[in-house]
């Protein structure tokens, strides 16, 4: 089901028009319907922190209840811009989620995202709510991390650097931002024991 195609008449709208009580209104011809309202679960965190660990160790634990996807899998040429905030990426994500949702199961979207970038699209208005669990490191392990990766991924040391000012800047603001992002330490944790506490913190938020 694509929520911005109007079930009636068929026409498309740029950006969802949602009423209260989760209902959509077609901008055309003004046909309302319900839909699934759910929250989006986001795990976050600067590259290396084990977010695509995670999503590997979760997805076939937690598919009878939600759906764990891995957000780079969309990062392709056509959906990338020049801005910082890549609303193009961004928008297409929160679309496809809203869309699974409307099959009962909520979507675990792990990813590098920050509040802002989900927060002041026009899609935001398709989820009840979006939750972030944000995996932070050392920043000593998190460049080693980063240095050890394959070289395809063109890890270079300015990169590095720029990664390690990223993570220092989420340390200091997560629990500032609208709405704050939980963080969770994954210095020198198995890989395993991050999953636990990942799969943890889903539990007490699943609707």
Not at 34 to 39: E, I, M, V
Request: aromatic residues 8%.
């Amino acid at each position: 089901m694509n929520l911005l195609i109007c079930e009636r008449c068929g026409e498309r709208a740029d950006r969802p028009q949602v009423e209260p009580e989760a209902v959509i209104r077609c901008v055309h011809c003004g046909h309302r319907w319900p839909f699934l309202r759910l929250p989006l679960f986001c795990v976050t965190g600067p590259s290396g922190t084990g977010k695509s660990t995670v999503q590997r160790l979760l997805a076939t634990e937690l598919a009878d209840r939600f759906v764990v996807l891995e957000q780079d899998v969309l990062w392709v040429a056509g959906l990338r811009d020049d801005g910082a905030e890549h609303r193009p990426f961004r928008s297409t994500w929160l679309r496809m989620a809203a869309m699974i949702h409307q099959s009962r199961r909520p979507v675990v979207l792990c990813g590098t995202v920050v509040p802002p970038e989900f927060e002041q699209l026009p899609e935001r208005a398709l989820f009840e709510r979006i939750d972030y669990l944000c995996l932070t490191c050392d920043a000593d392990v998190l460049a080693k991390r980063l240095r050890d990766r394959p070289r395809w991924r063109e890890w270079d040391e300015p990169r590095i650097a720029e990664t390690l000012e990223f993570a220092a800047w989420i340390d200091a603001n997560a629990a500032t931002m609208d709405p704050p992002m939980t963080l969770l330490d994954t210095t020198d944790v198995p890989a395993e024991t991050t999953a636990r506490a990942v799969r943890d913190w889903l539990a007490e938020r699943r609707p």
